[in-house]
Protein backbone atom coordinates (compact mmCIF):
# COMPACT_ATOMS: atom_id res chain seq x y z
CA UNK A 1 0.00 0.00 0.00
CA UNK A 2 1.21 3.20 -1.48
CA UNK A 3 -0.57 4.83 2.02
CA UNK A 4 2.29 6.49 4.19
CA UNK A 5 3.93 7.95 1.19
CA UNK A 6 1.20 9.45 -0.20
CA UNK A 7 0.13 10.47 3.13
CA UNK A 8 3.68 12.13 3.53
CA UNK A 9 3.46 14.21 0.86
CA UNK A 10 0.21 15.02 0.80
CA UNK A 11 0.59 16.01 4.11
CA UNK A 12 3.71 17.23 4.97
CA UNK A 13 4.12 21.06 4.79
CA UNK A 14 7.62 20.82 6.42
CA UNK A 15 7.98 23.58 9.09
CA UNK A 16 11.55 23.03 11.02
CA UNK A 17 12.55 24.31 14.33
CA UNK A 18 15.93 25.14 15.21
CA UNK A 19 17.40 25.36 18.93
CA UNK A 20 20.58 27.41 19.52
CA UNK A 21 22.66 26.45 22.63
CA UNK A 22 25.21 29.03 22.47
CA UNK A 23 22.38 32.10 23.04
CA UNK A 24 21.09 30.70 26.45
CA UNK A 25 17.76 32.70 27.55
CA UNK A 26 17.29 33.71 31.06
CA UNK A 27 14.86 30.96 31.49
CA UNK A 28 16.49 27.48 29.37
CA UNK A 29 13.06 26.94 28.64
CA UNK A 30 12.24 30.18 26.61
CA UNK A 31 11.40 29.78 22.75
CA UNK A 32 13.00 32.01 20.37
CA UNK A 33 11.61 30.71 16.49
CA UNK A 34 10.13 31.50 12.95
CA UNK A 35 9.14 29.31 10.30
CA UNK A 36 10.91 29.41 7.34
CA UNK A 37 9.15 28.73 4.10
CA UNK A 38 10.83 26.26 1.77
CA UNK A 39 9.70 27.71 -1.65
CA UNK A 40 11.81 31.23 -0.35
CA UNK A 41 14.69 29.09 -0.27
CA UNK A 42 15.40 28.58 -3.59
CA UNK A 43 13.65 30.48 -6.67
CA UNK A 44 12.34 33.40 -4.80
CA UNK A 45 13.29 37.06 -5.68
CA UNK A 46 15.04 37.40 -2.93
CA UNK A 47 15.89 34.26 -1.68
CA UNK A 48 15.99 33.54 1.79
CA UNK A 49 18.06 30.39 2.23
CA UNK A 50 19.91 28.54 5.60
CA UNK A 51 22.58 31.06 5.07
CA UNK A 52 20.14 33.87 5.39
CA UNK A 53 19.36 32.76 9.29
CA UNK A 54 20.45 34.19 12.15
CA UNK A 55 21.11 30.96 13.60
CA UNK A 56 22.45 32.00 17.29
CA UNK A 57 19.47 34.40 17.99
CA UNK A 58 17.05 31.35 17.64
CA UNK A 59 16.14 28.09 19.80
CA UNK A 60 14.03 26.87 17.31
CA UNK A 61 12.98 27.72 13.75
CA UNK A 62 9.90 26.32 11.68
CA UNK A 63 10.48 26.22 7.65
CA UNK A 64 7.51 25.10 5.91
CA UNK A 65 8.06 23.75 2.59
CA UNK A 66 6.47 22.91 -0.82
CA UNK A 67 3.18 21.84 -0.15
CA UNK A 68 3.27 19.25 -2.68
CA UNK A 69 6.26 17.73 -1.66
CA UNK A 70 8.88 16.69 0.93
CA UNK A 71 11.13 20.00 -0.21
CA UNK A 72 12.82 22.77 1.60
CA UNK A 73 13.72 24.17 -1.72
CA UNK A 74 11.19 24.66 -3.99
CA UNK A 75 11.44 22.20 -7.01
CA UNK A 76 15.00 22.52 -7.17
CA UNK A 77 16.40 19.91 -4.76
CA UNK A 78 15.59 19.19 -0.71
CA UNK A 79 17.41 21.05 1.52
CA UNK A 80 16.22 19.41 4.93
CA UNK A 81 19.05 17.25 5.08
CA UNK A 82 20.99 20.87 4.77
CA UNK A 83 18.72 22.27 7.15
CA UNK A 84 19.03 19.70 9.83
CA UNK A 85 23.06 19.45 9.41
CA UNK A 86 23.34 23.03 10.39
CA UNK A 87 20.80 23.43 12.57
CA UNK A 88 22.15 20.52 14.59
CA UNK A 89 25.81 21.72 14.12
CA UNK A 90 23.84 25.65 15.90
CA UNK A 91 23.43 23.17 18.77
CA UNK A 92 19.38 23.53 17.25
CA UNK A 93 17.14 21.29 17.47
CA UNK A 94 15.11 20.69 14.15
CA UNK A 95 11.70 20.37 13.98
CA UNK A 96 9.62 19.67 10.42
CA UNK A 97 5.82 21.23 10.44
CA UNK A 98 3.32 18.94 8.65
CA UNK A 99 0.66 21.05 6.77
CA UNK A 100 0.20 24.70 6.62
CA UNK A 101 -2.57 26.22 4.46
CA UNK A 102 -2.13 24.40 1.59
CA UNK A 103 -1.23 21.85 3.06
CA UNK A 104 -4.03 20.29 5.04
CA UNK A 105 -6.33 18.95 2.24
CA UNK A 106 -5.71 15.71 3.70
CA UNK A 107 -5.22 15.80 7.22
CA UNK A 108 -8.56 14.69 8.04
CA UNK A 109 -8.55 11.53 6.44
CA UNK A 110 -4.99 10.89 7.64
CA UNK A 111 -6.17 10.47 11.24
CA UNK A 112 -9.89 9.40 9.96
CA UNK A 113 -9.35 5.89 10.83
CA UNK A 114 -7.64 3.30 13.33
CA UNK A 115 -5.80 2.48 10.63
CA UNK A 116 -4.81 5.85 8.75
CA UNK A 117 -3.93 6.52 11.65
CA UNK A 118 -1.43 3.97 12.57
CA UNK A 119 -0.36 4.37 8.68
CA UNK A 120 0.36 8.08 9.85
CA UNK A 121 2.13 6.95 12.95
CA UNK A 122 4.59 5.27 10.96
CA UNK A 123 5.12 7.59 8.09
CA UNK A 124 5.49 10.37 10.91
CA UNK A 125 8.44 8.67 13.37
CA UNK A 126 9.81 6.88 9.85
CA UNK A 127 10.06 10.29 8.50
CA UNK A 128 11.61 11.69 11.61
CA UNK A 129 13.99 8.78 11.80
CA UNK A 130 15.32 9.63 8.58
CA UNK A 131 15.90 12.97 8.71
CA UNK A 132 17.65 13.10 12.81
CA UNK A 133 14.43 15.17 13.22
CA UNK A 134 14.15 16.34 16.83
CA UNK A 135 10.67 17.67 16.26
CA UNK A 136 6.87 17.50 14.51
CA UNK A 137 5.08 20.57 14.27
CA UNK A 138 0.94 19.88 13.34
CA UNK A 139 -0.19 22.93 11.27
CA UNK A 140 -3.48 21.38 10.57
CA UNK A 141 -5.33 24.51 9.20
CA UNK A 142 -8.00 23.31 10.79
CA UNK A 143 -9.13 20.64 12.28
CA UNK A 144 -13.33 20.30 11.52
CA UNK A 145 -13.27 23.47 10.31
CA UNK A 146 -14.13 25.48 7.10
CA UNK A 147 -12.06 28.13 7.58
CA UNK A 148 -9.68 26.44 5.30
CA UNK A 149 -8.09 26.92 1.92
CA UNK A 150 -11.63 25.53 0.17
CA UNK A 151 -10.92 21.65 -0.52
CA UNK A 152 -10.23 20.68 2.81
CA UNK A 153 -11.61 17.12 3.51
CA UNK A 154 -13.38 17.81 6.41
CA UNK A 155 -15.00 15.39 9.31
CA UNK A 156 -16.88 16.09 12.34
CA UNK A 157 -14.56 14.07 15.03
CA UNK A 158 -11.42 15.98 13.18
CA UNK A 159 -10.30 17.18 16.57
CA UNK A 160 -11.42 13.66 18.61
CA UNK A 161 -9.50 11.87 15.52
CA UNK A 162 -6.94 14.13 16.02
CA UNK A 163 -6.28 13.62 19.48
CA UNK A 164 -6.48 9.87 19.24
CA UNK A 165 -3.54 10.04 16.61
CA UNK A 166 -0.93 12.10 19.36
CA UNK A 167 -1.74 9.64 21.89
CA UNK A 168 -0.70 6.88 19.53
CA UNK A 169 2.28 8.81 18.48
CA UNK A 170 2.94 9.38 21.88
CA UNK A 171 2.87 5.63 22.74
CA UNK A 172 5.31 5.10 20.01
CA UNK A 173 8.82 4.45 21.12
CA UNK A 174 10.20 7.44 18.72
CA UNK A 175 7.05 9.59 18.98
CA UNK A 176 7.49 9.72 22.78
CA UNK A 177 11.14 10.92 22.55
CA UNK A 178 9.61 13.38 19.57
CA UNK A 179 9.07 17.14 20.70
CA UNK A 180 5.31 17.50 19.40
CA UNK A 181 3.54 20.94 18.64
CA UNK A 182 0.61 22.86 17.12
CA UNK A 183 0.52 25.54 15.16
CA UNK A 184 -3.22 26.84 16.45
CA UNK A 185 -5.67 29.27 15.77
CA UNK A 186 -6.38 31.74 18.14
CA UNK A 187 -9.34 29.64 19.38
CA UNK A 188 -9.32 26.14 20.53
CA UNK A 189 -10.10 23.00 18.41
CA UNK A 190 -13.79 22.34 17.30
CA UNK A 191 -15.69 19.88 18.90
CA UNK A 192 -17.60 17.53 16.39
CA UNK A 193 -20.45 19.95 17.09
CA UNK A 194 -18.73 22.99 15.89
CA UNK A 195 -17.91 24.52 19.03
CA UNK A 196 -14.57 25.24 20.34
CA UNK A 197 -13.55 22.77 23.17
CA UNK A 198 -13.66 23.91 26.56
CA UNK A 199 -11.42 21.61 27.61
CA UNK A 200 -7.78 20.95 26.09
CA UNK A 201 -6.04 19.19 29.09
CA UNK A 202 -5.61 16.23 26.73
CA UNK A 203 -3.82 17.93 23.81
CA UNK A 204 -1.85 20.13 26.59
CA UNK A 205 -0.86 15.77 27.79
CA UNK A 206 0.16 15.45 24.48
CA UNK A 207 2.29 18.67 22.96
CA UNK A 208 4.68 20.25 24.55
CA UNK A 209 3.76 23.56 23.12
CA UNK A 210 1.16 25.03 20.70
CA UNK A 211 2.19 28.03 18.88
CA UNK A 212 -0.98 30.24 18.14
CA UNK A 213 -1.05 31.75 14.86
CA UNK A 214 -1.95 35.37 15.93
CA UNK A 215 -2.23 37.12 12.68
CA UNK A 216 -4.42 37.51 9.73
CA UNK A 217 -7.17 38.56 12.18
CA UNK A 218 -8.13 40.88 9.85
CA UNK A 219 -7.47 41.19 6.11
CA UNK A 220 -9.03 41.52 2.51
CA UNK A 221 -12.07 39.34 3.96
CA UNK A 222 -13.04 41.90 6.51
CA UNK A 223 -15.07 44.61 6.44
CA UNK A 224 -12.68 47.25 7.32
CA UNK A 225 -8.91 48.10 7.52
CA UNK A 226 -8.07 46.26 10.84
CA UNK A 227 -5.02 44.77 12.40
CA UNK A 228 -3.01 41.97 11.39
CA UNK A 229 -2.09 40.78 14.85
CA UNK A 230 -3.86 42.63 17.50
CA UNK A 231 -1.94 42.53 21.18
CA UNK A 232 -5.26 43.45 22.58
CA UNK A 233 -9.23 43.64 21.26
CA UNK A 234 -10.72 43.81 24.26
CA UNK A 235 -10.13 47.79 24.25
CA UNK A 236 -12.03 48.56 20.85
CA UNK A 237 -15.01 48.64 19.55
CA UNK A 238 -17.32 45.55 20.07
CA UNK A 239 -17.43 45.48 16.32
CA UNK A 240 -13.51 45.40 16.54
CA UNK A 241 -13.20 42.80 19.10
CA UNK A 242 -11.99 40.05 16.11
CA UNK A 243 -9.63 38.60 18.42
CA UNK A 244 -5.89 38.96 19.53
CA UNK A 245 -3.17 37.81 21.73
CA UNK A 246 -4.97 38.41 25.07
CA UNK A 247 -7.85 36.68 23.67
CA UNK A 248 -6.48 33.68 22.70
CA UNK A 249 -4.44 33.38 25.29
CA UNK A 250 -7.50 33.70 27.01
CA UNK A 251 -8.79 30.92 25.50
CA UNK A 252 -6.63 28.32 25.46
CA UNK A 253 -5.30 28.84 29.39
CA UNK A 254 -9.11 28.89 29.95
CA UNK A 255 -9.81 25.52 28.29
CA UNK A 256 -6.52 24.14 30.12
CA UNK A 257 -3.46 24.92 28.28
CA UNK A 258 -0.91 25.64 30.48
CA UNK A 259 1.45 29.23 29.76
CA UNK A 260 3.92 27.83 29.81
CA UNK A 261 3.28 25.59 26.98
CA UNK A 262 1.86 28.81 24.68
CA UNK A 263 4.33 30.07 22.19
CA UNK A 264 3.26 33.31 20.87
CA UNK A 265 2.81 33.16 16.71
CA UNK A 266 3.81 37.15 15.74
CA UNK A 267 4.27 38.01 11.80
CA UNK A 268 6.73 39.54 10.16
CA UNK A 269 4.65 41.12 7.05
CA UNK A 270 1.20 43.22 7.01
CA UNK A 271 -1.65 43.29 4.78
CA UNK A 272 -2.47 45.96 2.18
CA UNK A 273 -5.68 47.56 1.55
CA UNK A 274 -7.35 49.86 -1.30
CA UNK A 275 -7.95 53.23 0.59
CA UNK A 276 -8.80 56.21 -1.12
CA UNK A 277 -8.21 59.30 1.05
CA UNK A 278 -11.87 60.40 2.30
CA UNK A 279 -11.62 57.29 3.98
CA UNK A 280 -7.47 56.98 4.93
CA UNK A 281 -7.96 60.37 7.19
CA UNK A 282 -10.12 61.71 9.82
CA UNK A 283 -12.81 63.81 8.80
CA UNK A 284 -11.54 66.97 8.48
CA UNK A 285 -7.80 66.15 8.67
CA UNK A 286 -5.22 65.38 5.98
CA UNK A 287 -2.52 64.19 8.17
CA UNK A 288 -4.78 62.04 10.99
CA UNK A 289 -4.90 58.69 9.82
CA UNK A 290 -8.62 57.43 10.56
CA UNK A 291 -8.92 53.73 12.46
CA UNK A 292 -10.75 51.19 10.64
CA UNK A 293 -11.41 52.96 7.35
CA UNK A 294 -13.24 51.17 4.68
CA UNK A 295 -11.52 50.12 2.39
CA UNK A 296 -12.26 48.85 -1.58
CA UNK A 297 -13.58 45.36 -1.81
CA UNK A 298 -13.04 44.88 -5.62
CA UNK A 299 -9.78 45.70 -5.45
CA UNK A 300 -6.69 43.69 -4.18
CA UNK A 301 -3.61 45.21 -4.27
CA UNK A 302 -0.72 43.41 -5.05
CA UNK A 303 1.72 43.32 -2.29
CA UNK A 304 5.91 42.58 -2.49
CA UNK A 305 7.84 40.26 -4.73
CA UNK A 306 6.87 37.30 -2.64
CA UNK A 307 3.12 37.81 -2.72
CA UNK A 308 0.79 35.41 -3.86
CA UNK A 309 -0.51 36.65 -7.10
CA UNK A 310 -3.81 36.03 -8.74
CA UNK A 311 -2.99 34.23 -11.66
CA UNK A 312 -1.24 31.76 -9.81
CA UNK A 313 -3.60 28.86 -8.82
CA UNK A 314 -3.80 27.41 -5.19
CA UNK A 315 -3.37 24.50 -3.84
CA UNK A 316 -6.58 23.41 -4.59
CA UNK A 317 -6.22 24.09 -8.47
CA UNK A 318 -8.36 27.57 -7.96
CA UNK A 319 -7.34 31.28 -8.62
CA UNK A 320 -8.02 33.69 -5.83
CA UNK A 321 -7.43 37.65 -5.58
CA UNK A 322 -3.82 38.47 -5.49
CA UNK A 323 -2.24 38.22 -1.89
CA UNK A 324 -1.58 42.10 -0.92
CA UNK A 325 1.38 40.95 1.80
CA UNK A 326 4.00 43.15 1.88
CA UNK A 327 6.92 41.47 4.02
CA UNK A 328 8.83 44.12 6.37
CA UNK A 329 11.53 43.85 4.39
CA UNK A 330 9.73 45.29 1.52
CA UNK A 331 8.20 47.88 3.52
CA UNK A 332 11.73 49.24 4.01
CA UNK A 333 12.45 48.90 -0.14
CA UNK A 334 9.45 50.66 -1.22
CA UNK A 335 10.69 53.65 1.28
CA UNK A 336 7.36 53.51 3.69
CA UNK A 337 10.15 52.81 6.52
CA UNK A 338 13.57 54.23 6.63
CA UNK A 339 16.09 51.39 6.76
CA UNK A 340 16.23 51.45 10.90
CA UNK A 341 12.05 50.35 10.35
CA UNK A 342 10.86 53.39 11.74
CA UNK A 343 8.18 55.32 9.82
CA UNK A 344 9.33 58.44 7.82
CA UNK A 345 7.70 61.96 7.31
CA UNK A 346 6.61 61.08 3.61
CA UNK A 347 4.23 58.71 4.43
CA UNK A 348 1.32 59.13 6.94
CA UNK A 349 1.49 56.73 9.71
CA UNK A 350 -0.65 55.71 12.99
CA UNK A 351 0.29 53.64 15.71
CA UNK A 352 -3.05 51.79 17.23
CA UNK A 353 -2.38 51.50 21.35
CA UNK A 354 -5.50 49.30 21.66
CA UNK A 355 -3.83 46.62 18.89
CA UNK A 356 -0.57 48.07 19.94
CA UNK A 357 0.04 47.61 16.00
CA UNK A 358 1.55 50.57 13.46
CA UNK A 359 -0.61 51.34 10.05
CA UNK A 360 1.17 53.30 6.89
CA UNK A 361 -0.73 54.93 3.87
CA UNK A 362 0.33 55.65 0.66
CA UNK A 363 -1.92 58.82 -0.51
CA UNK A 364 -0.46 58.24 -4.73
CA UNK A 365 -1.42 54.75 -4.32
CA UNK A 366 -4.21 54.94 -2.22
CA UNK A 367 -2.79 51.86 -0.15
CA UNK A 368 -3.18 51.28 3.68
CA UNK A 369 -1.38 48.57 4.94
CA UNK A 370 -1.66 47.20 8.64
CA UNK A 371 1.44 45.31 9.85
CA UNK A 372 4.50 45.13 12.66
CA UNK A 373 7.48 46.81 13.76
CA UNK A 374 10.10 46.82 15.78
CA UNK A 375 7.66 48.93 19.18
CA UNK A 376 4.68 46.40 17.91
CA UNK A 377 6.97 43.56 18.63
CA UNK A 378 8.34 45.04 21.75
CA UNK A 379 5.03 45.32 22.62
CA UNK A 380 4.46 41.17 22.04
CA UNK A 381 7.59 40.75 23.73
CA UNK A 382 6.49 42.09 26.69
CA UNK A 383 3.14 40.61 26.88
CA UNK A 384 4.55 37.20 26.53
CA UNK A 385 7.33 37.85 29.56
CA UNK A 386 4.76 39.75 31.52
CA UNK A 387 2.11 36.83 31.08
CA UNK A 388 5.29 33.44 31.65
CA UNK A 389 4.62 32.31 28.16
CA UNK A 390 6.81 29.84 26.09
CA UNK A 391 8.57 32.77 23.86
CA UNK A 392 7.67 33.21 20.38
CA UNK A 393 7.75 31.77 16.87
CA UNK A 394 7.89 34.82 13.78
CA UNK A 395 6.23 33.68 10.58
CA UNK A 396 8.30 33.94 8.77
CA UNK A 397 12.10 34.43 9.63
CA UNK A 398 12.66 35.83 5.95
CA UNK A 399 10.59 38.40 6.32
CA UNK A 400 12.46 40.59 8.66
CA UNK A 401 15.00 43.08 7.62
CA UNK A 402 18.59 43.14 9.66
CA UNK A 403 16.55 41.43 12.78
CA UNK A 404 14.99 44.84 13.82
CA UNK A 405 11.80 42.87 14.33
CA UNK A 406 13.68 39.95 15.81
CA UNK A 407 15.65 41.49 18.02
CA UNK A 408 13.03 43.71 19.41
CA UNK A 409 11.05 40.71 20.30
CA UNK A 410 13.29 39.05 21.74
CA UNK A 411 14.94 41.67 24.07
CA UNK A 412 11.42 42.20 25.31
CA UNK A 413 10.16 38.77 25.99
CA UNK A 414 13.49 38.15 27.79
CA UNK A 415 16.14 36.69 25.97
CA UNK A 416 20.04 37.69 26.24
CA UNK A 417 22.24 38.28 23.57
CA UNK A 418 25.53 36.96 24.26
CA UNK A 419 27.02 39.79 22.55
CA UNK A 420 25.65 41.95 25.52
C1 LIG B 1 19.53 36.48 1.75
O1 LIG B 1 20.91 36.63 1.49
C2 LIG B 1 21.18 36.95 0.14
C3 LIG B 1 22.68 36.91 -0.05
O2 LIG B 1 23.30 37.75 0.87
C4 LIG B 1 20.61 38.32 -0.18
O3 LIG B 1 20.83 38.65 -1.52
C5 LIG B 1 19.10 38.28 0.07
O4 LIG B 1 18.55 39.55 -0.11
C6 LIG B 1 18.81 37.80 1.48
N1 LIG B 1 17.37 37.62 1.59
C7 LIG B 1 16.59 38.40 2.33
C8 LIG B 1 15.12 38.13 2.28
O5 LIG B 1 17.02 39.29 3.04
C1 LIG C 1 6.85 21.91 -5.37
O1 LIG C 1 7.32 20.63 -5.67
C2 LIG C 1 6.78 20.09 -6.88
C3 LIG C 1 7.24 18.66 -7.01
O2 LIG C 1 8.63 18.55 -6.82
C4 LIG C 1 7.23 20.97 -8.04
O3 LIG C 1 6.67 20.48 -9.23
C5 LIG C 1 6.75 22.40 -7.81
O4 LIG C 1 7.26 23.24 -8.81
C6 LIG C 1 7.21 22.90 -6.46
N1 LIG C 1 6.60 24.18 -6.19
C7 LIG C 1 7.32 25.26 -5.86
C8 LIG C 1 6.53 26.48 -5.55
O5 LIG C 1 8.53 25.25 -5.79
C1 LIG D 1 18.56 24.84 -3.45
O1 LIG D 1 18.39 25.22 -4.81
C2 LIG D 1 19.47 25.98 -5.33
C3 LIG D 1 19.19 26.27 -6.78
O2 LIG D 1 18.05 27.01 -6.93
C4 LIG D 1 20.78 25.20 -5.24
O3 LIG D 1 21.83 26.04 -5.65
C5 LIG D 1 21.01 24.79 -3.80
O4 LIG D 1 22.15 23.97 -3.74
C6 LIG D 1 19.82 24.02 -3.26
N1 LIG D 1 20.08 23.74 -1.85
C7 LIG D 1 19.99 22.53 -1.36
C8 LIG D 1 20.38 22.40 0.07
O5 LIG D 1 19.59 21.58 -1.99
C1 LIG E 1 -7.88 6.47 5.07
O1 LIG E 1 -6.91 6.81 4.09
C2 LIG E 1 -7.32 6.53 2.77
C3 LIG E 1 -6.13 6.76 1.86
O2 LIG E 1 -5.75 8.12 1.92
C4 LIG E 1 -8.53 7.35 2.42
O3 LIG E 1 -8.96 7.07 1.10
C5 LIG E 1 -9.63 7.05 3.40
O4 LIG E 1 -10.73 7.92 3.15
C6 LIG E 1 -9.15 7.26 4.82
N1 LIG E 1 -10.18 6.87 5.76
C7 LIG E 1 -10.83 7.73 6.49
C8 LIG E 1 -11.92 7.15 7.37
O5 LIG E 1 -10.62 8.92 6.51
C1 LIG F 1 15.83 10.69 21.64
O1 LIG F 1 16.27 11.86 20.93
C2 LIG F 1 17.59 12.22 21.16
C3 LIG F 1 17.90 13.49 20.41
O2 LIG F 1 16.79 14.25 20.10
C4 LIG F 1 18.49 11.10 20.73
O3 LIG F 1 19.82 11.45 21.03
C5 LIG F 1 18.12 9.81 21.42
O4 LIG F 1 18.88 8.77 20.91
C6 LIG F 1 16.65 9.50 21.22
N1 LIG F 1 16.25 8.35 21.98
C7 LIG F 1 15.53 7.38 21.43
C8 LIG F 1 15.15 6.26 22.35
O5 LIG F 1 15.19 7.39 20.26
C1 LIG G 1 -10.71 17.88 31.23
O1 LIG G 1 -10.52 16.65 30.59
C2 LIG G 1 -9.72 15.72 31.34
C3 LIG G 1 -9.56 14.48 30.50
O2 LIG G 1 -8.96 14.77 29.31
C4 LIG G 1 -10.38 15.40 32.64
O3 LIG G 1 -9.54 14.56 33.38
C5 LIG G 1 -10.62 16.68 33.40
O4 LIG G 1 -11.37 16.38 34.57
C6 LIG G 1 -11.41 17.66 32.55
N1 LIG G 1 -11.48 18.93 33.26
C7 LIG G 1 -12.63 19.54 33.43
C8 LIG G 1 -12.56 20.85 34.18
O5 LIG G 1 -13.69 19.13 33.01
C1 LIG H 1 -6.41 44.75 27.10
O1 LIG H 1 -7.41 45.73 27.18
C2 LIG H 1 -8.15 45.70 28.40
C3 LIG H 1 -9.30 46.69 28.26
O2 LIG H 1 -8.80 47.97 28.00
C4 LIG H 1 -7.21 46.01 29.54
O3 LIG H 1 -7.91 45.95 30.75
C5 LIG H 1 -6.07 45.00 29.55
O4 LIG H 1 -5.13 45.35 30.52
C6 LIG H 1 -5.39 44.95 28.20
N1 LIG H 1 -4.42 43.86 28.21
C7 LIG H 1 -3.17 43.99 27.76
C8 LIG H 1 -2.28 42.81 27.90
O5 LIG H 1 -2.78 45.02 27.23
C1 LIG I 1 -14.03 56.18 -1.01
O1 LIG I 1 -14.11 54.85 -0.51
C2 LIG I 1 -15.33 54.55 0.11
C3 LIG I 1 -15.18 53.15 0.70
O2 LIG I 1 -14.66 52.23 -0.25
C4 LIG I 1 -16.46 54.67 -0.87
O3 LIG I 1 -17.68 54.38 -0.25
C5 LIG I 1 -16.48 56.05 -1.46
O4 LIG I 1 -17.45 56.13 -2.48
C6 LIG I 1 -15.14 56.42 -2.04
N1 LIG I 1 -15.12 57.83 -2.40
C7 LIG I 1 -14.65 58.21 -3.57
C8 LIG I 1 -14.67 59.69 -3.81
O5 LIG I 1 -14.21 57.44 -4.41
C1 LIG J 1 -13.03 49.79 -6.54
O1 LIG J 1 -12.11 49.09 -7.32
C2 LIG J 1 -12.66 48.67 -8.56
C3 LIG J 1 -11.62 47.75 -9.20
O2 LIG J 1 -10.39 48.40 -9.31
C4 LIG J 1 -13.00 49.90 -9.36
O3 LIG J 1 -13.56 49.49 -10.60
C5 LIG J 1 -14.00 50.74 -8.61
O4 LIG J 1 -14.22 51.96 -9.27
C6 LIG J 1 -13.47 51.06 -7.21
N1 LIG J 1 -14.52 51.69 -6.44
C7 LIG J 1 -14.36 52.87 -5.88
C8 LIG J 1 -15.52 53.38 -5.07
O5 LIG J 1 -13.34 53.53 -5.97
C1 LIG K 1 14.10 53.61 15.06
O1 LIG K 1 13.83 52.25 15.28
C2 LIG K 1 14.65 51.62 16.24
C3 LIG K 1 14.23 50.18 16.31
O2 LIG K 1 14.45 49.54 15.10
C4 LIG K 1 14.50 52.31 17.57
O3 LIG K 1 15.40 51.71 18.49
C5 LIG K 1 14.83 53.78 17.43
O4 LIG K 1 14.59 54.42 18.65
C6 LIG K 1 13.99 54.39 16.34
N1 LIG K 1 14.38 55.75 16.14
C7 LIG K 1 13.52 56.75 16.24
C8 LIG K 1 14.05 58.09 15.96
O5 LIG K 1 12.35 56.57 16.53
Redesign the pocket.
Same mark, same amino acid.
Given at each position: MAFPTSLAISVLSLTTFFSFAHSQPTDPQLISSAWLAGWHIADATPTFGLGNISWDKYTDMIPTPNTSALTLNGSDGDALPAFVEQAHANGVNAHVALGGWGGSIYYSSSVGSAENRTLFVKAVTEFATKYSLDGINFDWEYPASSNNIGCNIINPDDTSNFLAFLQELRANPVGANLTLSAATAITPFLDSSGTALTNVSAFADVFDFIAIMNYDIWGSWSTAVGPNAPLNDSCAAPANQQGSAVSAITAWHNAGMPLEKIVLGVPSYGHSFSVNKTSAFESGSTTQLAAYPAFNASDFPLGDSWDNAATVPDACGNLETNGGVFDFWSLIEAGYLDT???FTSAYPSRFDECSQTPYVYDEAAELMISFDN @?ESFTAKGNFIHDFGLRGFAIWEAGGDSND?LLD @?IRVAAGFEDDDC
Open positions: EGN @AI @A
